[in-house]
């Protein structure tokens, strides 16, 4: 038995099929992987996301804290607005991706990947020692995330007025707090919609409301579906604590304001010309499923390379991954129950707003058959 989300009644009431996710029971799927997919990039799914953990970052050196912590650097955006970044330690080395949400400067919340919940409040706690902040793990919150096309509009219903008419006209990675409820316009699944937090207490209720306003609920394997379709890395797969932004494509996250020093802002700069290897998006060119683990053998190169995630594409109908190769690397094959199957290069995402939008990147095997 592991640990339970406060929506655990409301997943075996729909009959959800159950599994353990780092440590936590949750919900792979209720109707099928497929029709939870779909609903997401037509319509409107949701998420129980509570597994994952707020930690609030306050006190007057709330800020100074953050940009010393992350990758990233809050001082890029506004007040009221949310910045995704990594945390890494001293070699460069992911410790986890997340989302800083920046109310003030004395008030900053992250969103932390729920398998990284306690090695991740020890690792800010020990930093945090010369810094005057308080740090406070929210586990009286829980979230859920709420995806789609139409899931703002839907979401607005279950809100109400007293709050659609301060979130309605939400920008992309901006947030409303009203009280210990957050509605932000972020998500892990390449739709628009919103991330909700609130207590404990009131989930299960606005889950129905959820329900009712006609959003369907949806489970862990079509949530890994769509964001790897959207080309969103996951933690433990596509990066982790041997990894760094260098080759898990995340250099995009990593700010080197010159006003700043951030852990890891060192050992990166020095690896930049040392790592050869790159994350990339194959799609397969014959039949069979890519998957996390499969060896990825490149042409004229002694150095193999690895599908880090890999799914049949319910969008695309095609099988998908993303891998890391060689930085040289041309034409490949993926090695598929003993077989060599070749794949194409692409850049990532493969899908945005329910649209193929992938590009091939590079020379491929079938360009010079």
Wanted: charged share 25%; with cysteine; proline share 3%.
């Amino acid at each position: 038995m592991g640990f339970k989300t406060p929506l655990y009644e409301k997943h075996l009431q729909e009959n959800a099929k159950m599994v353990d996710f780092a440590g936590w029971d949750m919900p792979i799927q209720y109707r099928g992987v497929m029709e939870e997919h779909h609903a997401v990039r037509k319509e409107a799914g949701m998420f129980d996301v509570s597994h994952m953990l707020s930690v609030d970052i306050t006190g007057e050196n709330a800020k100074v804290f953050i940009r010393y912590l992350l990758a990233n650097d809050v001082s890029k955006i506004s007040k009221g607005k949310a910045i995704y970044s990594c945390m890494l330690n001293h070699e460069a080395g992911i410790v986890d991706d997340l989302i800083a949400y920046y109310f003030a400067d004395n008030f900053i919340r992250l969103v932390i990947n729920a398998g990284n919940r306690v090695t991740d409040v020890i690792w800010m706690k020990e930093h945090a020692k010369k810094f005057n902040v308080e740090i406070k793990v929210r586990d009286d919150l829980a979230i859920i995330a709420v995806q789609g096309p139409k899931a703002r509009q839907k979401a607005n219903i279950a809100l109400g007025n007293l709050v659609v008419k301060d979130v309605e006209n939400l920008k992309p990675f901006a947030m409303y707090k009203t009280g210990e409820w957050m509605i932000a316009r972020t998500g892990y699944t390449g739709e628009d919609g919103y991330e909700i937090s609130l207590p404990v207490a009131e989930a299960a209720a606005f889950w129905e409301k959820l329900k009712q306003a006609g959003v369907m609920p949806s489970g862990l394997a079509a949530r890994d579906t769509l964001r790897l379709e959207a080309g969103m890395n996951l933690y433990s797969q596509d990066m982790d604590l041997t990894t760094t932004p260098i080759e898990s494509a995340l250099m995009w996250t990593v700010s080197w304001t010159a006003d700043r020093d951030f852990i890891g802002k060192e050992a990166l700069a020095a690896k930049k010309s040392q790592i050869d290897m790159q994350l990339v998006g194959l799609v397969l060119l014959d039949r069979g499923v890519l998957r996390h683990g499969q060896k990825v053998i490149v042409e004229g190169c002694d150095k193999c390379g690895v599908i880090t995630s890999g799914t049949f594409s319910p969008t695309l109908a095609e099988s998908i991954a993303l891998a890391r190769i060689p930085k040289n690397a041309e034409v490949v094959f993926v090695e598929i129950r003993n077989r060599l199957i070749p794949a194409k290069i692409v850049q990532f995402p493969f899908v945005r707003k329910g649209e193929k939008v992938y590009k091939e990147c590079q020379r491929t095997l079938a360009e010079n058959e």
